[in-house]
């Protein structure tokens, strides 16, 4: 009998197709590692989101 | 990795047990050196001797609420088990709690509780149960990773609703700043935004017009609100009169009896004298004769001479003639001279006009009025000749008096320029006070008529209405960096919102995906489990392995997973052998293995086999050792001695271990490849037991190699308990040699006699009352080593 290999695929990793590009992008940027907080802060810097402060990225600049 | 169960003491049947005075440290064998626990362990111990114990030790360490009783003959006494791992960590159990938690849900059990949990019910006629389908949900989240699917998409969840919360907050409190300035102008957020094309095209360098335009749009405003007000005003009002038409220097004069316009020119008048008559009155009579034409063109030059002649006039000669002309020429000259009077006249008047132009005092009063109904841009110009020009003025009409007083004298200093000038500009002034006269007379009509028809309503409505817009722009326009900001905001506040939205998107999604891996995982799980089933047991491929799950993330009990077995599609659960069963539930548990994430973790097998014949019990060594191999470490705990032949062969990597109880105490013995070596190192022991303490622990632990060296060899050695066929218990019985039977049988009541000690005589309630002693165990060892067996 074949050896399971072992499981390492995100759930998010196996919609990515089923998405648009902008979503798709926005898998991309979310560590799901982190919190919340830092997650935001993420999309900040990659200019997902915009709360007008120095998270982002072009306002960095 | 468990190195080894260093100590037990007082814990169910381990009333004492240290490894160490049990087992042969690392290098006193030299034949087996390895004396820990290996990656796989068989442990081999008949019913009662405490095998469960140990799994449950396991358990507890595992995490599950078990309870470690205390033996029952030291109630009072302490608890305490000592484990070592492999990188010389230790776990203590003292005071019923593990000192840490390093074995936490490490152990993979296969027992009865395993199969009654999640396979199905041992006893008899116990179909499947609700709990149980919600325990195997349970277990194929854990196996298929779905909790850590799950973690994602509440991840997704919570980070949208944080956004949302978030981005909420963000626009509220920017709301907050802009409702600040905005509310004290009654405008709202939604027109804001409505506006915000317009607002966004408005300019700062039209705030000064807008403001002018604003300051009129009011004054209008009061007006017509003036006007509502006093509507008999309206109707009584007057219209303005036109001044004067304008100053002009052409005089209506009758001349030959027809009247024609003459244009006054001041310093012709004046310069009128008596040649400057006769030759006006000549130029009358020109085209008579044309030799008075060329008379009069001579008339300056030749005095005294005949201008028709040019003879010298004397004597009377052509006096008659000159007489006749002088006649002619008397009344020309005369009406000469009162044309030159009538055009002083004239031009008196116009001097006069100008002199005395004003306003009328109606005009004034009309004005007064109607600016109170009307908005004129415009005030009523101040129709008046200045200081300057009026000296210009009364100097021409003194002109004029001196001139009438001696006609036919020539007067100089008319200024006719500047009084050409001065009619100019009156007359310009005029103008346009009549020009606003007539404007403002057209207001006022139109207003009687607005004020008949009903219109001033509507008109004031508009008007209030413009200046509520042109309000509102100049607020725009004023504080423009505050709402372009806010719109700013409120364009990364829709962004926002997108992202919310593509979360929730993906929220959806990544519910629909755990469903379809999850029944996919199902599918998959019992595939392995019926391939397990045929590997195991390939008369049982006929069956059919069946699971119905569903997941429901969100409810209470999120997943279900049923299972049967069918035969021709009809359930058979019930019918199964023993064997069956326990062929379907060992393969459960081999599906489980395979789908386990976590290879570092412990098997423990809790006696897998106990129905099985002689070919499932291979065929089960084959697959646990396969199924294993990738996992941390195994433990095999049976009590079938064919079971137990099937591992030692197939697990080349392996130690092997009794657990024995003497009743006094369950322990863990370690068996080499070659037994003759435990059997001699304990027997050396035997032999110095005089040199050794006769403590409580000595009893138990002399007592416990007592019965291992007793019993193993005799079953082992004698009788070939382990071998795996006939033919193999044969050859072992074989090699003992006859002799070594004649003495097991003429010794066989001596040997009972010291079996009984160990097991339920003296040793079996040592020390409770006391039944045995140090002594006492020492005449049973003597007798033992006596046998020579």
Known sequence: MEKESKKEIKLIDLIKNQVKTDEKKLIESIDFEKNNEEIIQDLAKHNILNFGDSQNNDKKS | MIKKVDKILNVCSFSFFDWDKINPAKGNNPNDPIDTFKKNNIIFGENGNGKSNLINIFKSLNGQDIELEKHWDYLSEKQEIKLILDNNSETFFINSEWSNNILHDKFIVFDKHFVDKYVH??????????????????????????????????????????????????????????????????????????????????????????????????????????????????????????????????????????????????????????????????????????????????????????????????????????????????????????????????????????????????????????????????????????????????????????????????????????????????????????????????????????????????????????????DKEIFFIENKKSIKRYFEILKNYESNKKVVESLEKLFTLLKNKIIDEFNNFVSNYFSLIKSFVKEISPTMDIFEIEGESRYDRRSREATQCGFCIKYKGKECTRSLSEGEKQVIALSFFFAQLKKENNKKKIIVFDDPITSFDAGKRK?????????????????????????????????????????????????????????????????????????????????????QKLRFCLETKIKEDYFGYSQDSLSNMIKQVSSKGKSKFDKLIDNKDMILQIYNYCNTGGLAHYPKDGSTSWNELKDKIKQYLDLDL
């Not at chain 2, 009169?241 to 310093?267: C, R, V, W, Y």
């Not at chain 2, 008596?274 to 060329?294: E, P």
């Open chain 2, 619 to 703: 065929s089960t060594a084959e697959v646990t050792q396969r199924e294993t191999n990738d996992f941390g470490q195994l433990f095999i705990f049976t009590c079938d001695p064919l079971f137990r032949e099937f591992c030692l062969n197939q697990f080349s990597d392996r130690n092997f271990y009794y657990i024995f109880k003497t009743k006094g105490s369950s322990s863990i013995h370690y068996v080499p490849k070659k037994r003759e070596t435990i059997y001699d190192s304990f027997e050396t022991d035997f032999k110095n037991m005089d040199s050794i303490n006769g403590s409580n622990e000595n009893v138990v632990i002399f007592g």
């Open chain 2, 121 to 470: 019910s041992l006893g008899p006629g116990d179909r499947d149960s609700s709990l149980r389908r919600q325990e195997r949900g349970k277990n194929i989240i854990y196996l298929g990773n779905f909790a850590s699917y799950n973690n994602e998409i509440d991840k997704i969840d919570t980070l949208k609703n944080t956004i949302s919360e978030k981005n909420e907050a963000y626009l509220k409190g920017k709301e907050f700043e802009i409702n600040t300035i905005i509310s004290n102008k009654n405008i709202t957020i939604e027109e804001l935004q409505e506006n915000k094309t317009k607002i966004e095209k408005l300019k700062e360098n039209d705030l000064k017009n807008r403001k002018n335009k604003l300051e009129k749009e009011e004054n209008k405003l009061d007006k017509i609100s003036n006007a509502l007000k006093e509507k008999d005003k309206i109707k009584e009002l007057l219209f303005l009169d036109e001044i004067g038409t304008g100053f002009s220097l052409i005089a209506q004069m009758i001349e030959e009896g027809k009247e024609k316009e003459i244009e006054i020119n001041p310093p012709e008048i004046f310069s009128f004298t008596t040649s400057k008559g006769v030759q006006a009155t000549l130029n009358k009579i020109y085209h008579k004769k044309d030799f008075i034409k060329t008379g009069l063109s001579l008339l300056d030059s030749q005095k005294g001479i005949c201008p028709f002649c040019e003879q010298k006039i004397k004597n009377g000669d052509y006096i008659q003639t000159i007489k006749d002309y002088q006649k002619i020429f008397d009344q020309s000259f005369a009406e000469e001279e009162q044309n030159i009077k009538k055009l002083l006249s004239e031009y008196r008047k116009v001097l006069e006009g100008i002199r005395d132009l004003q306003v009328s005092t109606k005009n004034k009063n009309i004005w007064k009025q109607i600016i109170q109904f009307i908005s004129i841009d415009k005030e009523l110009p101040n129709v008046f000749i200045s200081d300057e020009d009026r000296d210009v003025i009364k100097n021409e009409l003194s002109l004029i008096l001196e001139k009438e007083k001696n006609i036919l004298d020539e007067i100089r200093g008319t200024k006719i320029a500047q009084v050409r000038g001065i009619i100019e500009k009156t007359n310009k002034l005029t103008k346009e006070y009549n020009d606003l006269v007539i404007e403002i007379n057209k207001k006022i009509k139109q207003l009687k008529k607005d004020m008949v028809e009903g219109k001033l309503v509507v008109q004031k409505s508009d008007i209030v209405k413009d200046i509520s817009e042109l």
